[in-house]
């Protein structure tokens, strides 16, 4: 069964940049899309961007003068780098794995989330 | 790329069934047939429950089922029961390697 953990510091000042990584267990990092998705408190998902093993990526156009992702296949992890951050970055942050196919727009499996909070 | 429309609430008693529509441009939901939607609970992360507009991951009762007219996606949840009460999410393939999610419903059982 594969399994998503993300880690990183719960709490960042604004205009720093946010720092979280997904570990990968149950299965290899390869040859899916892996993506970072977001929730603010009482709010929807926001996709924020995917990152395939090879290290190719896209980001949400929103976002993607802000957002910086990696991989790291021989540790099964990948990661987030969001910088510039304000009040309104403040969410839950969720990693979750895609197809094999990029357009196939799901994700089958979801890390528990872990909440960043934006604030000095 | 503007988040697909949901309405903020559905409601229906137990047995019932209930319809989510998702709603978004011939951009996203018209052009592709990569619709899917999730289930979430309070607290918890979201959970796969429909792909590709209609098939159902492993798992997950036939209750379920997913339809696309046009620009907009529908949830139908047939015979409500109670730990169906949650919120729902639709997401869209939106080009360009993008992807778009809904605003959200709630669904409640009276």
């Known amino acids: 069964q594969v399994q998503l953990q993300e880690s990183g510091p719960g709490l960042v000042k604004p205009s720093e940049t946010l720092s979280l990584t997904c570990t990968v267990s149950?299965?290899?990092?390869?040859?899916?899309?892996w993506s970072w998705i977001r929730q603010p408190p009482g709010k929807g998902l926001e996709w924020i961007g995917y990152i395939y093993y090879s290290g190719s990526t896209n980001y949400n156009p929103s976002l993607k003068s802000r957002v910086t992702t990696s991989v790291d296949t021989s540790k099964n992890q990948f990661s987030l780098k969001l910088s510039s951050l304000t009040a309104a970055d403040t969410a839950v942050y969720y990693c979750a794995r895609g197809d094999q196919r990029l357009e196939r727009a799901f994700f089958d499996y979801w890390g528990q989330g872990t909440l960043v909070t934006v604030s000095s | 790329q503007s988040a697909l429309t949901q309405p903020r609430s559905v409601s229906g008693s137990p047995g019932q069934s209930v319809t989510i529509s998702c709603t978004g441009t011939?951009?996203?939901?018209?052009?592709?047939?990569?619709v899917s939607w999730y289930q979430q609970h309070p607290g918890k992360a979201p959970k796969l429950m429909i792909y590709d507009v209609s098939k159902r991951p492993s798992g997950v009762p036939d209750r379920f089922s997913g339809s696309k007219s046009g620009n907009t996606a529908s949830l139908t949840i047939s015979g409500l029961q109670a730990e169906d009460e949650a919120d729902y999410y639709c997401?869209?393939?939106?080009?360009?390697?993008?992807?778009?999610f809904g605003t959200g419903t709630k669904v409640t059982v009276l």
């Open positions: 011939s951009s996203d939901v018209g052009a592709y047939n990569y």
């Open positions: 149950g299965g290899s990092i390869s040859n899916f899309y």
């Open positions: 997401c869209s393939y939106a080009g360009s390697y993008t992807y778009v």
